[in-house]
T-cell receptor, first 116, second 113 residues
Framework: GAGVSQSPSNKVTEKGKDVELRCDPISGHTALYWYRQRLGQGLEFLIYFQGNSAPDKSGLPSDRFSAERTGESVSTLTIQRTQQEDSAVYLCASSLDGTGGAGELFFGEGSRLTVL | DQQVKQNSPSLSVQEGRISILNCDYT??????FLWYKKYPAEGPTFLIS?????DKNEDGRFTVFLNKSAKHLSLHIVPSQPGDSAVYFC????????????FGKGTRLSVIA
């Protein structure tokens, strides 16, 4: 597609439920990132996929969070047993490669998660 | 511990004047810096970048200045326009290989007509 696509754009869920957020990166981009932005906060790194390398999971806040990526395509971020503090906009980004040479990320519009 | 700090959460500037957004960093391994702009309900978009081998990079109305000794960079927008009203994120990248961008908390710029 022309840009990074995320779904759903909005998700309201009850505390304790599981949610899945989906990201379709730009075709040909080998690197994929998940960030989140909680209210009044900056962009918090969650997880990073680069090609066939093991993902960098260092930003995941707890073991309730996990993410998968199918090859160099779609990624799914799963949050189990959601808590109110998980409420945030979850942003996916992709880049042509992950070498950081250009550093430019292309972001999707985000998935706004509200946990009641 | 915030490695990239944007200490001003908001800034208001009159149309036509200069906007100066500041960013400080603590990690001396950072060697590439970027500014992203974010409108409400949209993802951030890349605006301008600078490598540590430079101290200035200009693109139209936007100029980024880097002071490595002070670990400080700034984004200048001149002249400011109402359409520049957005949240601006500073981001940094270390030279240690495949690592994700580290973002600041952002500064909300309001350009008043």
């Amino acid at each position: 597609g022309a840009g990074v696509s995320q779904s759903p754009s909005n998700k309201v869920t009850e505390k304790g439920k599981d949610v899945e957020l989906r990201c379709d990166p730009i075709s040909g981009h080998t690197a994929l990132y998940w960030y989140r932005q909680r209210l009044g906060q900056g962009l918090e790194f969650l997880i990073y996929f680069q090609g066939n390398s093991a993902p960098d999971k260092s930003g995941l806040p707890s073991d309730r969070f996990s993410a998968e990526r199918t090859g160099e395509s779609v990624s799914t971020l799963t949050i189990q047993r959601t808590q109110q503090e998980d409420s945030a906009v979850y942003l996916c980004a992709s880049s042509l490669d992950g070498t950081g040479g250009a550093g430019e990320l292309f972001f999707g519009e985000g998935s706004r998660l509200t946990v009641l | 511990d915030q490695q990239v700090k944007q200490n001003s959460p908001s800034l208001s500037v009159q149309e036509g004047r200069i906007s100066i957004l500041n960013c400080d960093y603590t990690n001396s391994m950072f060697d590439y810096f970027l500014w992203y702009k974010k409108y409400p309900a949209e993802g951030p978009t890349f605006l301008i970048s600078i490598s540590s081998i430079k101290d200035k990079n200009e693109d139209g109305r936007f100029t980024v200045f880097l002071n490595k000794s002070a670990k400080h960079l700034s984004l200048h927008i001149v002249p400011s326009q109402p359409g520049d009203s957005a949240v601006y994120f500073c981001a940094a990248l270390p030279n240690s290989g495949n690592t994700p961008l580290v973002f600041g908390k952002g500064t909300r710029l309001s350009v008043i007509a």
